[in-house]
């Protein structure tokens, strides 16, 4: 059973970092990528960045370049989204999910999703 864990969320002051962890287990993910969407209150859960397991390439929306970082940790089976720079406007729900595709940027295209992590940036 595939499960995708998500930690590391919290409330920030703006200008301030925090880094999401998604735990990953129940297969291998070498062949797929693992994205972060955040989904703010009223909106559309929208695509954040994606990393392909298996070679760390990486992707960001617009919004994310220069500010986050997305990586993973094979021993750990592990992706992370560094945040820096926080702003008020990065208050969402952030979820990790999985996907065969390269490069999804579309809810649909994920397979597996984790239950998400509450961050709130305080102005």
């Known amino acids: 059973q595939v499960q995708l864990v998500e930690s590391g969320g919290g409330l920030v002051q703006a200008g301030g970092s925090l880094r999401l962890s998604c735990a990953a287990s129940g297969r291998t993910f070498s062949g797929y990528a693992i994205g972060w969407f955040r989904q703010a209150p009223g909106k559309e859960r929208e695509f954040v960045a994606a990393?392909?397991?298996?070679?760390?390439?990486?992707y960001y929306a617009d919004a994310a370049k220069g500010r986050f970082t997305i990586s993973r940790d094979n021993a750990k089976s592990t992706a992370y989204l560094q945040m820096n720079s926080l702003k008020p406007g990065d208050t969402a729900v952030y979820y990790c999910?999985?996907?065969?595709?390269?490069?999804?940027?579309?809810?649909?295209?994920?397979?597996?999703w984790g239950q998400g992590t509450q961050v709130t940036v305080s102005s």
């Open positions: 990393i392909w397991w298996s070679s760390g390439r990486t």
């Open positions: 999910a999985a996907s065969r595709l390269w490069v999804a940027r579309t809810t649909t295209s994920y397979e597996y």
